[in-house]
């Protein structure tokens, strides 16, 4: 899957995805995930638990049938911004948010937080 299909995706849970994609110049696989994780932050803070957990579902989806450019991304925004938009919710939305995560994002969330330094 490259980004234009990762776009597609991402449309069937957030259909005026692709009109605010139109605004980023240029579209690419970092534009697209980091456009895709500012909606997620979003959710996260309004508690829009519907469409984050089906968000959370495509951003794994992605991952899994990514391209190389897409997993770079995911692992270069996404997952290195969860502790910043989740750091304020409580604990308990916390592990409900990562509980939607598939095993393979999780561990890669963990790898990098705990390697980050060394």
Aim: with cysteine; hydrophobic share 35%.
């Amino acid at each position: 899957m490259n980004y234009s299909e990762a776009v597609q995706e991402i449309t069937e849970v957030i259909p005026d995805f692709e009109n605010e994609l139109t605004k980023t110049m240029p579209q690419n696989s970092y534009s697209v995930i980091r456009t895709f994780t500012e909606r997620i932050k979003n959710m996260v803070r309004q508690n829009d638990r519907n469409v984050l957990f089906k968000s959370l579902q495509k951003m794994d989806k992605i991952y899994t049938n990514g391209d190389l450019a897409l997993k770079n991304a995911i692992e270069g925004v996404f997952i290195y911004s969860l502790d910043n938009f989740t750091a304020f919710c409580s604990g308990e939305y916390r592990k409900v948010i990562f509980s939607h995560m598939s095993k393979e994002l999780q561990q890669t969330y963990s790898r990098q937080i705990y390697n980050h330094g060394i």
